[in-house]
């Protein structure tokens, strides 16, 4: 059973389309986030909900909606897609414990727009 | 802040060879500390971890130290193989801010000739 899955794996689109990524996950985690990788795959946090609530949203252009109907799952939606937001898209969860936080990954989402 | 330090690649060694990949952090508190692995093509994968001072974290004969002298949590593997080839994330957690801070490298990059 796949703890984190998203959905699509491999995503090619036009510039100027609105497309989604679907991300659930069967963990019970009360924490998802949504990471951004780029082509010398330096992560960056982009979303992260906690039990439905955003708490954090980094400097994302706000073409960029994520979207939490229950705590299992966040989806992203992209809005007039960009040659930029070309790259890979990882959604992910964890749950705070007395060891922290330990974050597990979905196999993400390689998104090419051209 | 917290902040997560780690040696730029890419690490390129012979199979059989010894592996240490540094990793130093800053942190106000005390946090948990791991290494994550990022095959070709796929998510990434929780290594190893460590949750305390001189803790030990081990899996796949690799090995990482939590050392609060120096803030180090070296990743070290005896014997590399051309299946270890991947980018390899070190992370902290702080138990004791809020839910999302997860703070990772920027990642290694190690490639192993056979």
């Known amino acids: 059973d796949t703890a984190v899955s998203q959905t699509p794996k491999y995503l090619v689109t036009q510039m100027g389309n609105d497309k989604s990524i679907k991300c659930e996950q069967n963990?019970?985690?009360?924490?998802m986030y949504w990471y951004k990788q780029d082509s010398k795959k330096f992560l960056k946090i982009m979303f992260s909900y906690n039990n439905k609530e955003l708490i954090i949203n980094e400097t994302v252009p706000n073409r960029f909606s994520p979207k939490s109907p229950d705590k299992a799952h966040l989806n992203l939606h992209i809005n007039s897609l960009e040659l930029g937001d070309s790259a890979v898209y990882f959604c992910?969860?964890?749950?705070?414990?007395?060891?922290?936080?330990?974050?597990?990954f979905g196999e993400g989402s390689w998104l090419t727009v051209v | 802040g917290n902040s997560v330090t780690q040696m730029e690649g890419p690490v390129t060694l012979s199979e059989e060879a010894f592996l240490t990949i540094n990793c130093t952090y800053t942190a106000t508190g005390y946090p948990s500390l791991f290494w994550y692995v990022q095959y070709p093509g796929e998510g990434l994968q929780l290594l190893l971890k460590?949750?305390?001072?001189?803790d030990k974290g081990s899996n796949k004969g690799f090995e990482a130290t939590y050392r609060k002298e120096t803030t180090s949590f070296h990743l070290e593997k005896g014997s590399v193989q051309v299946s270890d080839s991947a980018v390899y994330f070190c992370?902290?957690?702080?138990?004791?801010?809020?839910?999302?801070?997860?703070?990772f490298g920027s990642g290694t990059r190690l490639s192993i000739r056979p």
């Open positions: 992370a902290l957690s702080d138990p004791g801010s809020s839910a999302s801070k997860i703070i």
């Open positions: 992910a969860s964890s749950q705070e414990d007395r060891d922290g936080n330990t974050i597990y």
């Open positions: 460590a949750t305390k001072a001189d």
């Open positions: 963990l019970g985690h009360d924490t």
